[in-house]
């Protein structure tokens, strides 16, 4: 029986998901399912998922859904799942070789472990490289939120969890929006668990241009109930006054971002309403003079 599920959200990616699919097939250790939730694509998704099924060649389980959002897609691949562990793969990305073995090699060390809600590892792009930086030396483990706050990680991370876990932390959904940071899960386990530290790359992606971060304000404007929910719970996460006032300077941008001023004027932040507001017009301003400099090709992004 297979203890690891391999989630991929689709959307229109049918022809990007074959070098996903090859990298699967190519697993040194096949003990696992591969869930795939597809959110409701209108190409060639669901014919190119049912070839792949016909080969053989590893456990598929296929599930179109109403177009609803990536978050939506991966509550609904949390409450299919029915093994222990549970990784997502975006469909135009790719795992080493070894991946599922290394997996497993690690979750025996801490499956016990009742403190640890899973292991992150290092992801590459196309060329091997560590996008980002390398896990801080000698720390085994942490939580997700530590790792980029206090131990100044950058860059994107595989995250494996423990399934149950996951269960009571699906991502909240609003009506008419399709779209909330994954931080909002990620903090919330934070804050009862951490995680094993893996230095080792077992997943590979592409960042294309017009990505997440390039269009991050757009994206807060069209999905501010889900955005400003974030902020506010970081703000309560915080547990000293320097987070505090960084999430109140965040939550400040916020407001700038999606037009609503009376949220800041109705907030009851105290006197850190004030003092973080000259922070919180620093980091409002910043994207958008970075993405003039870009448009008019005075910086490279």
Known sequence: MENLTIFTPTYNRGYLIQRCYESLCRQSNKNFVWLIVDDGSTDN???????????????????????????????????MCTTKIFVCVDSDDYLSDNAVQLIY????????????????????????????????????????????????????????????????HLFPVFEGEKFITEAVV????????????????????????????????????KNPKGYMYFLEQRIENARDLKSKYKAVSYYIAGCLEIKSISAYMNCNFGFLKFISLPKGLIIYIKPIIKNKLVKYKIIKF
Request: hydrophobic letters at 35%.
């Open 105 to 168: 090699d690690t979750w025996d060390k801490i499956e016990s472990d009742r403190k640890l809600a899973g292991i992150i590892a290092l992801k590459g792009n196309n060329f091997s490289e560590v996008v980002g930086t390398e896990m801080p030396k000698n720390i085994e483990k942490s939580s997700i939120f530590n790792l980029y706050e206090k131990h100044k990680f950058k860059g994107d991370a595989m995250l494996v969890f423990k399934t149950d876990i996951l269960k009571k």
């Open 45 to 79: 998704t669901e014919q190119i998922i049912n070839s792949f099924i016909k080969e053989k060649k590893i456990k598929i389980i296929y599930f179109k859904q109403k177009n609803s959002g990536k978050q939506v897609a991966h509550n609904t691949g949390v409450l």
């Open 186 to 221: 990620y903090d919330q386990i934070s804050q009862k668990y951490e995680m094993k530290l893996l230095n080792k790359v077992l997943y590979f992606c592409e960042y294309l241009d017009d990505g997440y971060s390039k269009n991050i304000q757009s994206i807060h404007k």
